[in-house]
């Protein structure tokens, strides 16, 4: 048992990471104030162009940053639909979704069937050499090591910056920050861009470092899940992490079991992920204090009056 | 035009038209469960509709919609009879209801249902017997492994795999009595990532070899990754892992479409139910690769045996995972209709048969 733990525990932390990424984009988009259900569409958008630019340079940073981009240009559009002309946030962000999956397949079209050699871990010395903890923690991809500095930026960010107290209020109540005359709509703009990005990298990191390879709807479903992390994270940053990583243990954990032929459905076990977000949800929401914690003008389109 | 489907493919949960074209030439259709990008299960549909094209410069028009959810499937299969589609194949087990359902709609239309089993006059099944290809790769796995653990990545229970499963662990044990087989179930057909760490959960617990019937590479490379050995599954996925792929078992779907849309043309098709494999060439084996010349050998033996009949993976007596003998109702092994409806383990496979 001992010796397959830190081989379980990698396995977890790369099924859990591009879903990390998209959540805490996400999770910034809804501070703001904006509901953007394109994450899934953004994510596959980026893991195709990621492959693509990747293949076409032969470099894989390159790559990585060609998908983040290739998020936020959805986002972009996605950002002047719904800020800019007040287009509905929900039938806007299906909206993006069909397109990116639609555009992703003619993106990568000339790029099926090609494998890409993996991109090197980064190894600390020393620390590495920790029993079961150091191989899993200090022998990570690059992007993981990312999604760490990305979780602090983020908590931070919306904590204890100007800008993350800015952007918050224009999420809470964007009548009142705009009577204090905050710019609403360029705040949430650069929220939607943000959480374009990192979708995008999240795609990324699915085509160019979890699966070595491009193929239509590689990305199956994760953007939604991403979208129920932030749901379950419920405003809080730690939450979200703790979501993502239980998600991923649990998926992992589940093939294990079935693996080791513990005699439960495979179906039930499969869905067990699903089944202990919707229980973590109920629990939340019993002990709850505050209701959903989610930002006061979510979803709602802000038209300044003149 | 080509991306003009894929959008209309695309737009299929909205019920969009595919266009309507020419009307002299006759139009076949095409339902997939996957991407045709999936290199794998749809993909390999995908060659056989191109090969239909190529055999009738001029007399025909191929169209496909891609990535059809099994629960949605109706509305597409409806799409393309709406559309002037006078022969349609829907490739996934499936759309056997939804296809049914359309068929007795459209009388006038010519249907091919995939691994399925109900037919009727305008609806024909068509099915390949890929658990002889898995026959042949259960020697090799039961020869190459060291660990004497081999990882099984499933997709849906249903018969199709069941009875791979059972002819793999068959093919195995045939050379290696020691031999285990660890199945993970995904539960879906195509989802790279988690078929990826369905590889790597069978390799943590001891599995160095890993064969799939779901259909990604990602297995096949997860494998590569960690030096073990592994198979391709339903096309020559060899340049995923050239140095750690044994070998692919092949759907070859071009000659069955070819033959059936001439039957069409010819005004002589007529509703039935196809089943063969190696023999037909309807299950090719790719190249043979990285293993031992004594292993190869087996491996050509045992394809050949089964081309020409000498061998069968289910050749009696089979028994089951309960100990009891299975009826024998083909003779010498088990007829093609107990084949396509196997839904047990055979004796020595652990756990047990998700319902």
């Known amino acids: 048992m001992m010796e397959i733990l830190p081989l379980v525990l990698a396995t977890v932390l790369t099924a859990a990471t591009p879903l990390l990424i998209a959540a805490l984009g996400e ?81 990568g079209q000339n790029f099926v069937g090609r494998p890409r050699a993996p991109i090197p871990p980064i190894e600390f010395p020393v620390l590495k050499e920790i029993p079961v903890l150091g ?19 983020v908590s931070y960010g919306l904590r204890a910056t100007r800008f993350g107290l800015l952007l918050r209020a224009a999420g809470e109540n964007h009548g009142s920050a705009h009577a204090l005359g905050l710019p609403v709509r360029r705040l949430r703009f650069v929220a939607v861009l943000f959480g374009g990005l990192l979708a995008g990298l999240a795609g990324a990191y699915l085509s160019l470092i979890y699966t070595r390879f491009w193929s239509p709807g590689m990305s199956a479903g994760r953007g939604w899940i991403a979208l129920a992390l932030v749901v379950f994270a419920a405003g809080h940053v730690w939450r979200l992490v703790l979501g993502a990583y239980l998600f991923g243990g649990i998926t992992v954990a589940q093939l294990h079991a079935q693996a080791g032929a513990i005699g439960l459905p495979s179906q039930l076990l499969s869905a067990l992920p699903y089944l202990m977000t919707i229980a973590v949800l109920l629990l939340l929401s019993i002990s709850g204090r505050r209701g959903s914690g989610a930002a006061g003008s979510l979803g709602q389109p802000f038209v300044p009056e003149r | 035009m080509r991306h003009l489907l894929k959008l209309g493919a695309l737009a299929l949960a909205t019920g969009l038209a595919v266009p309507a074209l020419a009307q002299e030439k006759l139009k076949v259709g095409f339902i997939y469960v996957g991407p045709v990008g999936d290199f794998g299960w749809s993909y390999q549909h995908d060659v056989g509709r191109k090969a239909i094209e190529a055999a009738f410069p001029g007399k025909v028009e191929t169209s496909f919609i891609e990535n059809v959810p099994e629960a949605d499937s109706e509305r597409a299969i409806e799409q393309l009879a709406r559309t002037g589609h006078k022969l349609i194949f829907t490739t996934s087990f499936g759309y056997m209801e939804p296809t049914l359902k359309v068929a007795k709609k459209y009388p006038g239309v010519k249907f091919e249902h995939a691994t ?41 229970p249903i018969p199709e795999v069941i009875s791979g499963i059972n002819a793999f662990y068959l093919g195995a044990k045939s050379v290696n009595p020691n031999v285990k087989i660890k199945i993970a179930w995904v539960n879906e057909w195509f989802n790279p990532g988690k078929e990826g760490d369905a590889a790597k959960a069978l390799m943590d617990q001891g599995a160095d070899i890993i064969t799939q019937h779901t259909d990604s590479p990602a297995p096949l490379q997860q494998a590569a990754a960690r030096g ?128």
């Open chain 2, 116 to 156: 399925g089993f109900k037919r009727d006059k305008n609806l024909a099944t068509y099915s390949a017997k890929f658990h002889e290809g898995r026959y042949v790769i259960g020697k090799i796995a039961g020869k190459m492994t060291k660990s004497n653990v081999i990882g099984y990545v499933g997709s849906v």
């Open chain 1, 27 to 107: 999770h910034v988009t809804e501070r703001a104030g904006v509901l953007n259900l394109g994450v899934e569409g953004m994510m596959i958008v980026g893991a195709a162009s990621a492959f693509a630019v990747a293949v076409l340079a032969d470099s894989s940073v390159l790559g990585i940053v060609a998908g983040a981009l290739a998020g936020l240009l959805l986002a972009a559009v996605f950002g002047v639909l719904v800020i800019y002309l007040a287009a509905n946030q929900v039938a806007t962000g299906l909206a993006m979704t069909i397109l990116g999956l639609g555009l992703s397949g003619l993106i």
């Open chain 2, 228 to 355: 073990n050995f592994a198979f391709g599954q339903a096309s020559d996925m060899s340049k995923f892992a050239e140095k750690n792929i044994l070998t692919s078992i092949i759907d070859n779907w071009a000659p069955y479409y070819v033959e059936r849309t001439r039957a069409v043309l010819e005004g002589k098709w007529q509703s039935q139910d196809v089943f063969d494999g190696i023999a037909k060439g309807k299950v090719v084996m790719g190249p043979y690769v990285n293993m031992p010349d004594d292993v190869k050998k087996l491996a050509m033996e045992t394809e050949e045996g089964i081309r020409t009949g000498k061998i069968d993976p289910f050749t009696c007596p089979v028994v089951a995972q309960d100990g009891k003998t299975v009826e024998c109702q083909g003779g010498t092994k088990l007829s093609d209709g107990q084949v396509v409806g196997m839904n047990y383990f055979v004796q020595g496979i652990e756990g047990t048969v998700p319902k």
């Open chain 1, 135 to 153: 191989k899993v923690l200090f022998t990570g991809d690059p992007v993981f090591y990312l999604s760490l500095i990305l979780i602090a930026v």
